[in-house]
T-cell receptor
Framework: AQTVTQSQPEMSVQEAETVTLSCTYD???????LFWYKQPPSRQMILVIR??????QNATENRFSVNFQKAAKSFSLKISDSQLGDAAMYFC???????????FGTGTSLTVIP | EAGVAQSPRYKIIEKRQSVAFWCNPI?????LYWYQQILGQGPKLLIQ????????DSQLPKDRFSAERLKGVDSTLKIQPAKLEDSAVYLC??????????????FGQGTRLTVV
């Protein structure tokens, strides 16, 4: 079964600084995607960034980038120039296999300190 | 484009009562998911529909939970009878193409259920 592990329940970062959130996963699939979703207090999950396992190049979306280490099954999220609006729960998620099910980690609560 | 709509936003019921949640996915999205998110945990998949057929309901407690998706559009999730441990946020999500691995799932704002 696919599992997603986030070992940092809480993280904090100074505004304008950089923070990295960690995620590891386990799968026997060869074709899959990895995601980072953001969940603000409003509860609506918003996609931050996604990475296809076959692509060696790390995905980047503006201030958000990932470090995807396929052999190590590691998928970390780097947030540069942190802003107050980045404060939220961040969930790492895996999707693969038939049916495109999503499996989520337990989340990391990010606090941005002004 | 309108997002995934869920109602109600909040619900408080007593244990052993029944409750129903409603979800309207994004128009044209074939796949619909119901997730249960207990406080401090990540979302756990309860059931996945592709159009009006069930793809995966392996984690749905079928003795008390039921879900349907009529005509492959709206969906309802029901709990009867509710237990204290059912207190959670119930998230509905949809995605466009059930066969496209990596298709983004779009989420609603969820329904927070409190069972007292």
């Amino acid at each position: 079964a696919q599992t997603v592990t986030q070992s940092q329940p809480e993280m904090s970062v100074q505004e304008a600084e950089t923070v990295t959130l960690s995620c590891t996963y386990d799968t026997s699939e060869s074709d899959y995607y990895l995601f980072w979703y953001k969940q603000p207090p409003s509860r609506q999950m918003i996609l931050v960034i996604r990475q296809e396992a076959y692509k060696q190049q790390n995905a980047t979306e503006n201030r958000f980038s990932v470090n995807f280490q396929k052999a190590a099954k590691s998928f970390s999220l780097k947030i540069s120039d942190s802003q107050l609006g980045d404060a939220a729960m961040y969930f790492c998620a895996y999707s693969g296999g038939t049916g495109n099910q999503f499996y989520f980690g337990t989340g990391t609560s990010l606090t941005v300190i002004p | 484009e309108a997002g995934v709509a869920q109602s109600p936003r909040y619900k408080i019921i007593e244990k052993r009562q029944s409750v129903a949640f409603w979800c309207n996915p994004i128009s044209g999205h074939a796949t619909l998911y119901w997730y249960q998110q207990i406080l401090g945990q990540g979302p756990k998949l309860l059931i996945q529909f592709q159009n009006n057929g069930v793809v995966d309901d392996s984690q749905l407690p079928k003795d008390r939970f039921s879900a349907e998706r009529l005509k492959g559009v709206d969906s309802t999730l029901k709990i009867q009878p509710a237990k204290l441990e059912d207190s959670a946020v119930y998230l509905c999500a949809s995605s466009l193409d059930p066969f496209a691995i990596g298709a983004e799932a779009f989420f609603g704002q969820g329904t927070r259920l409190t069972v007292v």
